[in-house]
């Protein structure tokens, strides 16, 4: 494997599951962010992980949880959703956090809740 | 506040014109840009980049310009090929790590 992936690809889920996306970069990168993407609205920055270190977290509610074991992994734990919550969530990777920098994403994963 | 923001949220074009994608930025200390092209199903790519300091930048069938005065940046993309049909997003990174986006243009090549 090679880039960013993310797993799963589509998740449904109701309001009181609790479900688990994840992300792995092989690029060797030392930062990772996790995104909000919605129809017909920017990309949502949602949190930033620095050498496994969180440095943002952009007013999220509590109900979306990251957790960055290693450089390469990164999970958002996902408990009690509300439908508005349905969304792509993307994962992406750079070098580091400054520019210049691109940052590399993964295919995302579709989340619908019902 | 910050905002990037697109002019056209579709293009549509003609196979092997030249497309022009635009887009506004608000902040001026912004120093570096990246234009992204996402395709159905796949996330965000980087396609090229430009540092506020150039006003050019060429990669190869794209040409990013920048222009500060307006704080105004486009992509142009010669003889547009239908595997050019995506969603572009214009990006600004006004210091530091965050990257603001804008909401995307979508661009239909006809064939």
């Known amino acids: 494997e090679t880039g960013v992936t993310q797993t799963p690809r589509h998740l449904v889920m109701g309001m009181t599951n609790k479900k688990s996306l994840k992300c792995e970069q092989h690029?060797?990168?030392?930062?990772m962010y996790w995104y909000k993407q919605s129809a017909k609205k920017p990309l949502e920055l949602m949190f930033v992980?620095?050498?496994?270190?969180?440095?943002e977290n952009n007013s999220v509610p509590s109900r979306f949880s990251p957790e960055c074991p290693n450089s390469s992994h990164l999970f958002l734990h996902l408990h009690t959703l509300q439908p508005e919550d349905s969304a792509l969530y993307l994962c992406a990777s750079s070098q580091d956090l400054g520019a210049p920098t691109e940052q590399y994403f993964g295919p995302g994963t579709r989340l619908t809740v019902t | 506040g910050e905002s990037v923001g697109l002019h056209l949220p579709t293009l549509s074009v003609q196979e092997g014109d030249n497309s022009i994608i635009n887009c506004a930025y608000s902040?001026?200390?912004?120093?570096?840009f990246i234009w992204y092209k996402q395709e159905s199903g796949k996330g965000p790519q980087f396609i090229i980049d430009i540092r506020s300091n150039m006003d050019k930048r060429q990669g190869q069938r794209v040409t990013v310009l920048l222009n500060k005065t307006v704080k105004h940046l486009s992509l142009q993309i010669a003889a547009t090929q239908p595997g050019d049909s995506a969603v572009y997003f214009c990006?600004?990174?006004?210091?530091?790590?965050?990257?603001?986006f804008g909401a995307g243009t979508r661009l239909f090549v006809k064939a």
């Open positions: 990006a600004e990174k006004p210091g530091g790590f965050k990257t603001i």
């Open positions: 690029l060797g990168h030392n930062a």
């Open positions: 992980y620095n050498f496994k270190e969180q440095t």
């Open positions: 902040n001026s200390a912004s120093d570096y």
